[in-house]
């Protein structure tokens, strides 16, 4: 079974939680089909896989509407379904 998810879109916010130590980004993805109440963009939280942020050094300098790349992958955590990074790509401005 193959377990692979791509997003393009742009950082809404960059942040690390202290309680977890783990590093998130929030991407605003526009979204191709208009539901019932005309919602255009979508937000998903992504986790940073802990090897990505290592690279990054600061997660300060993923400035906000910056254009981003994910490849990663889904897993459950606490019954939810989350996308874990395995790869960011800074696409441009």
Known sequence: MTNVVVLI????RAYFDEK???CY???KVE???VDEYDTVEEVYVVRLWR???NDL???????PNI?????GRLEIE????????ERVSFLGK
């Open 9 to 12: 879109g742009q950082v809404k």
């Open 20 to 22: 977890t130590s783990t």
């Open 25 to 27: 980004l929030e991407l």
């Open 31 to 33: 979204n191709p089909f």
């Open 51 to 53: 090897g990505i942020y």
């Open 57 to 63: 050094k600061s997660i300060s300098k993923i400035k």
């Open 67 to 71: 254009l981003v790349g994910i490849k």
């Open 78 to 85: 606490n019954d939810k379904v989350i996308i874990v990074s």
